[in-house]
């Protein structure tokens, strides 16, 4: 039962009480066991239509006049209604005009495209959601192509490296070396407790850019941006997360602008120690089904950390597992460009760190659930190339551990157009992290080799993509499929328009951890992400072939991640590892019920 005292309906003596006690328990009592995905909707933001009958913010807290519009979830701008703003004490705090969403929406799109500088309109997106949640998702979900470069890759990554700068108000919790032994304490400060999703960053290897501390943080909260608009997960059931235990970056350590621990990255025990404290303190808190989403974590860290909290939390490394199966999902559309089978191809990488071997792991276990064949034996269709050369059998004993499946009988080779050459593959993925690394040589070898050579230059941001979109379709003469991490820019080379793909992690992990949620999953395996890769290759259409993408368009997006929740959810009830109970029997349609609009809700 909720207490009166913290949840009491405080309303003006001009205004009446609209909803007796007990009406207004039993409205909240449904709003909590109605909850997509079986988790309370504390402020009714899965069934947040215009006709419906709203009960005040009142009755959560006693909001009005300014401290209202200071409240980003309730704040409406001129949206306020003639009544709302007699009923708030609004009358003259707004200008007199009453403008619906849709006219702010325009307003605020014209005002975004003046800027020509994308941190710009980066930073004003982030002020929009400083002041008003709705209006920031409904213009996010509406113009999502438009925006996603702005929000996320690749201007999230010159935000985190500016972000002492640019800070203005926590957007997340930072847990440092300085909370060690009351992280509990300090998860409690935040001021949501029904937390579904958690994005978590140490911010030590942040995209491309490398060791960025405490200013990794941009990353968890465009991560969870994403989360809302794109997987329709509730803002407040999302929180960002910086794991602080310093920075080995010289020049943060040396700016008297950078807001985090200046000090050298702890590591050992000391790192360890604190880690697991925060994951034991995050289950405590929040329970066995809050999904925690490890983001740019190093190499020596983010394989350990997945390997050993995998059996006991919800765990998901999204530079792992998220790009993965993202990348998986392009290479299953792509079949219907270049023929055959994923097992009749053969796939070269340029990078063997945290993305590349995710990806080369997910498609072994692709081409076995295909083939049936064992693992060990699929994967001998992947070879990797890292900064020592072609990962062969001979380098076994200086291998990384995470390296040496890969480590395959072969003659050492030392440049990558020599693999390319020994090799013979049909598929280039770059996940070097090394901007200009396929060259023309390169390309030109691939194009030779391949009718429709496959290439997907991955890196993020665009500085650091291993080649761009025109140099593909230049070098290959127009022969290339070509996808990349980073958004190009449609590419015309002899009379034809080639619209280059990108593959996006945003396409998966929204969708995922919706699946997630709403089938209560206690586990992530590895079928579910199989299942998502699936699902997304599903959504390609023949339109979209047409132009040469593996990769759906963005702006049905939510669309695509109701489906991969869908094929997730499916996954984990067959697997045994889903809660909630019964299965729904159309789990799309659940999917979709389940997310959250950001429309606006009338007030009394």
């Not at 998702?137 to 935000?159: H, M, R, W």
């Not at 765990?315 to 270049?338: C, W």
Request: glycine share 8%; proline share 5%; with cysteine.
């Amino acid at each position: 039962m909720i207490s009166l005292n913290r949840y009491s309906v405080l309303e003006p003596t001009t205004t009446r009480v609209v909803l007796g006690v007990r009406k207004l328990l039993a409205v909240m009592s449904s709003t909590f066991m109605n909850g997509g995905g079986g988790v309370r909707d504390l402020y009714g933001e899965d069934r947040a239509t215009e006709d419906q009958l709203i009960i005040t913010p009142w009755s959560f807290s006693v909001s009005s006049g300014c401290t209202l519009l200071r409240d980003p979830r309730y704040n409406k701008g001129l949206a306020f209604t003639e009544r709302e703003r007699d009923a708030h004490y609004l009358r003259g705090l707004l200008p007199p005009a009453v403008f619906n969403q849709e006219l702010q929406e325009k307003r605020l799109m014209h005002n975004l495209r003046q800027y020509e500088v994308p941190l710009h309109r980066y930073m004003a997106m982030m002020d929009l959601q400083e002041r008003n949640e709705r209006l920031f998702y409904k213009i996010l979900i509406d113009n999502v192509e438009e925006l996603l470069p702005v929000v996320y890759t690749p201007t999230v990554g010159e935000a985190c490296q500016k972000y002492g700068s640019i800070f203005r108000r926590p957007q997340g919790l930072y847990i440092s070396l300085k909370e060690k032994g009351k992280v509990l304490e300090v998860l409690k400060n935040w001021p949501e407790k029904n937390i579904q999703v958690i994005v978590v960053t140490d911010g030590e290897r942040i995209l491309g850019l490398g060791d960025l501390g405490c200013q990794g943080m941009g990353i968890p909260v465009g991560k969870l941006s994403l989360y809302t608009a794109l997987g329709g997960v509730r803002p407040s059931s999302c929180l960002p997360i910086t794991i602080d235990v310093g920075t080995n970056n010289e020049k943060l350590l040396n700016d008297e602008f950078y807001i985090g621990l200046r000090q050298k990255r702890a590591t050992g025990k000391e790192y360890a120690e604190l880690l697991d404290e925060f994951m034991r303190a995050v289950k405590q808190n929040y329970g066995e089904k809050v999904l925690i989403q490890f983001e740019d974590f190093a190499n020596h860290n983010a394989f350990d950390l997945l390997a050993k909290y995998s059996s006991s939390h919800l765990v998901f490394n999204d530079d792992i597992q998220g790009t993965a199966s993202v990348v998986l999902a392009g290479l299953l559309a792509s079949l219907k460009l270049v023929r055959g089978t994923l097992a009749d191809h053969t796939f070269l990488f340029l990078g063997a760190g945290e993305a590349g071997t995710g990806i080369a792991e997910l498609i072994a276990l692709e081409i076995s659930k295909q083939t049936k064949a064992p693992v060990e034996e699929t994967r001998q269709k992947i070879w990797l190339v890292d900064s020592k050369g072609l990962i062969v059998s001979s380098r076994l004993g200086s291998l990384q551990h995470f390296k040496k499946p890969w480590a395959h009988e072969h003659e050492p080779v030392k440049e990558l157009v020599d693999a390319i050459k020994a090799i013979k593959p049909t598929v280039l993925i770059g996940s070097s992290g090394v901007g200009k690394t396929f060259t023309k040589e390169v390309i030109e070898a691939m194009a030779s080799l391949n009718k429709k050579p496959l290439i997907l230059a991955l890196s993020n941001p665009t500085s650091q993509s291993e080649c761009t979109a025109e140099e593909a379709y230049t070098w290959s003469k127009g022969q290339a499929i070509f996808a990349s991490g980073s958004p190009f820019d449609p590419v015309e080379y002899e009379g034809k328009v080639f619209v280059p793909g990108q593959a996006n992690n945003a396409y998966i992990f929204p969708g995922f951890g919706l699946g997630l949620i709403i089938s209560g999953a206690i586990r992530v395996r590895d079928e579910m992400l199989l299942a998502a890769s699936e699902a997304l290759a599903a959504r390609v259409s023949q339109e979209n072939y047409d132009k040469g993408l593996i990769y759906p368009p963005f702006s049905n997006i939510r669309q695509i991640s109701a489906h991969i929740a869908a094929n997730v959810a499916a996954k984990a009830y067959e697997l045994g590892l889903a809660s909630h109970l019964p299965r729904p029997k159309d789990l799309v349609k659940y999917a979709e019920s389940c997310m959250y609009s950001p429309g606006y809700r009338n007030y009394r």
